[in-house]
């Protein structure tokens, strides 16, 4: 079966440079969520999409904005990267909306700034 | 608020022996439980959901969890675990505000 499609799985940026991560929901998926792992550390909840509209909206940094597009595919955009902001970056997505509907995982973009 | 605690950071047992890993929410109404497994370098992984209905859960991989109300637990438990069963172990809860709440996750060592 289809799964969710994360890239690039790795990144490499420098400080104060630019990132784009890009997630792909399985097939009729209409919702995205987007989490951020830093090391040793549970999933925090970013932001959300329902039919390409922002849903819910979590401890993400005004330094970065996300977007979903017609074809429900999502982009991350990460700017004035800083070291903290390392992590593994997790895209999930589910049917129709709502958060209770359950969310399947992609594998994760692993983004290191250095 | 909605919380989940996984009281175990850290796991071994022994190839072959039982599992059980712990998780507690805290929620007023009935929640929306989840564990997910995430081997290294790697995706969460699904392994099982309680929404509504029979507390006892079958999920993939042979895992089963039992979710106690009067206890506010969702165990996780396997019969007998193989060595590819070692993974980082996450219960997950979704609230009255629809966010998802994960635990602070439970590393599975596996010993030959």
Redesign the interface.
């Known amino acids: 079966a289809a799964g969710v499609i994360q890239s690039p799985r790795h990144l490499i940026k420098e400080k104060r440079e630019t990132a784009t991560l890009k997630c792909y929901p399985i097939p009729r998926h209409d919702t995205v969520y987007w989490y951020q792992q830093g090391p040793g550390q549970d999933p925090q909840f970013l932001i959300s999409f329902y039919e390409k509209m922002q849903s819910d909206k979590g401890s993400i940094p005004d330094r970065f904005s996300a977007q979903q597009f017609s074809d429900y595919h999502s982009e991350l955009n990460m700017s004035s990267l800083e070291l903290g902001d390392s992590a593994l970056y997790f895209c999930a997505s589910s049917h129709s909306g709502g958060i209770r509907e359950t969310q399947y995982f992609g594998p994760g973009t692993r983004l290191l700034v250095l | 608020a909605q919380s989940v605690t996984q009281p175990d950071i850290h796991i071994t047992v022994s190839e072959g022996a039982s599992l059980e890993l712990r998780c507690n929410y805290s929620y007023g109404a009935t929640p ?1 439980l ?1 564990w ?1 497994v995430q081997s290294p ?6 392994l099982l ?1 309680y ?1 509504s209905g029979d507390t006892l859960v079958q999920g993939i991989k042979g895992f089963e969890a039992e979710f106690k109300r009067s206890q506010s637990s969702f165990n996780l438990r396997k019969p007998s675990v193989h060595w590819s069963d070692a993974a980082e172990y ?1 219960c997950a809860v ?1 609230g009255r505000d ?3 709440i ?4 439970t590393r599975l060592h596996i010993l030959p």
């Open positions: 929306y989840f997910y370098g790697q995706g969460l992984q699904l959901k929404f996450f979704v629809d966010k998802i994960f635990g602070k996750g």
